[in-house]
């Protein structure tokens, strides 16, 4: 999974977040989160920038998310 905010950002406001193209209840459940926290738009690419294996799909968000000043649970 590949998130990216950009991390000069103090919020949330107006930034960007990139998803990949995956219907799971995780994806969404967090694509819903971060559009209720003011992100603009939620953008879907490849997995081949950052390949992960499916189990650490989610935990690749969770932690890319930390890594940026912020988590949603």
């Not at 209840?25 to 989160?33: D, L, Q």
């Not at 992960?52 to 649970?73: F, N, Q, V, Y």
Request: with cysteine.
């Amino acid at each position: 999974m590949d998130v990216e905010i950009d991390p000069r950002l103090s919020e949330f406001r107006n930034a960007e977040i990139f998803a990949p193209p995956s219907k799971s209840y995780t994806h969404r459940a967090i694509s819903v989160a971060a559009l209720s926290n003011g992100l603009c738009s939620i953008k879907t690419h490849s997995f081949q920038r950052t390949p992960m294996p499916p189990s650490g799909h989610a935990r690749h968000w969770e932690r890319r998310l930390k890594d940026a000043g912020k988590t949603w649970r």
